[in-house]
Structure formats: structure tokens, C-alpha cells
């Protein structure tokens, strides 16, 4: 398997363009208790591996990951999917760049560095998250499946590796697997 779990020390020599958002959760803990965690959660298809063959066809090496900014501050979601009338569900963001810019004057993290993270999308266009966070810690929850397509995380990487996937509902990932067999559903289908 690739390299199971990396943290914002690999910062520089990672990528996620391409890589679809299919989930995001905040991962708050309890004053009262003394934990102070504010992590910020993407559910993510990451492309481990970018192949480029002879005949100039691109292949993808893709995992399930997770990926986790860890003591978050002034969380910024601006992300679009449009107007369609009520008419279009809405699907996967995918990632454009990841950037970060150090924050000189901070009062959440006094012993290590803050940053202003910046996630932009490609699908929706022009979608933006922002927030200030320390770092980050993303596992891959299973190992790369090599994809032969067009797109970087179609939708039938889904159906390889939703099995990976934490167990959630039982019932919603049954759903989820003839979604990515019949290759339609309505939002409704999904919610029962």
C-alpha cells in the first residue's frame, strides 16, 4: 500500500488537484472535559498516483482517505453547486489546489506555527474553503485502486471502495452500491 498516513511535514511534495470531496465533518471536543480538538474532516477520493501512458491516456492510482486539519479557526465555506430549480442533486466537489500561508500573530496554537489554509474547487467553479488550522493528518483508509479514465475519482471508484469506508449506515451504503450499478438515484432514494 502507499504511504498510509502523512501530516502537514509533507506539506510540499503533496498534491490534491482532482481529488473529490464526498464528505465534511467538523470533530469538535468538550471544554468541560479539557479537550480543545477543533478538527475540520474531508471524506476524499486521493490520487495517490498520476499515470501517463504511451499511447498519452492518463491512469490514476486512488484511495479512500481522510483527511483532518487539526485546531481550525475561522472556518470559511463558499461553495456553489448553482440554481437548477430544485432539479439537480447535488454531487462530489473536487479539489483544485491546497495553499497556506503562515499567521505571525495567533492565540490558538502558542507552541507550533498556524496557518491561513486555502482549499479551492474545479467542480463546483470557483468554490473556496477557508480557515486558519495548524496542520493536518490524512490517512488512507485503503489501499490505491488503479482507475482507467478520463476523470481523476469517478464515481465507480465509489463502488471499490466504499467497502473501506468507515461503517456508517448499513443501509446507506447498499444504497450507495446500486447508485453506482444502475448509476442514478434521487436525493430522495438516498435519505430513506
Sequence with gaps: ????????????????????????????????????????????????EWLCGVDKRVQFRVAPATLAFHHVTDLDIDIDWGDSGYQTAIHE??????????????????????????????WPNGGVIAFGA????????????????????????????VAARPPAVPARLKRWRKFVRLACFTVGDWLK
Design 1 to 48: 500500500m502507499a504511504e498510509s498516513a502523512v501530516t502537514d511535514v509533507d506539506f510540499e511534495r503533496l498534491s490534491w488537484h482532482d481529488n473529490h470531496i464526498y464528505g465534511i465533518h467538523l470533530s469538535l471536543g468538550d471544554a468541560a472535559r479539557d479537550d480543545w480538538r477543533s478538527d475540520l474532516v474531508f471524506d476524499i477520493d486521493h490520487i495517490v
Design 93 to 122: 466537489a473536487s479539489i483544485d489546489g491546497v495553499t497556506r500561508d503562515q499567521v505571525s500573530d495567533q492565540k490558538i496554537c502558542l507552541d507550533r506555527p498556524c496557518y491561513r489554509w486555502r482549499i479551492e474547487t474545479n
Design 134 to 161: 495548524s496542520g493536518f493528518t490524512q490517512k488512507l483508509r485503503a489501499a490505491p485502486v488503479l482507475i482507467r479514465a478520463e476523470r481523476a475519482a469517478p464515481v465507480l471508484i465509489r463502488a471499490e471502495t
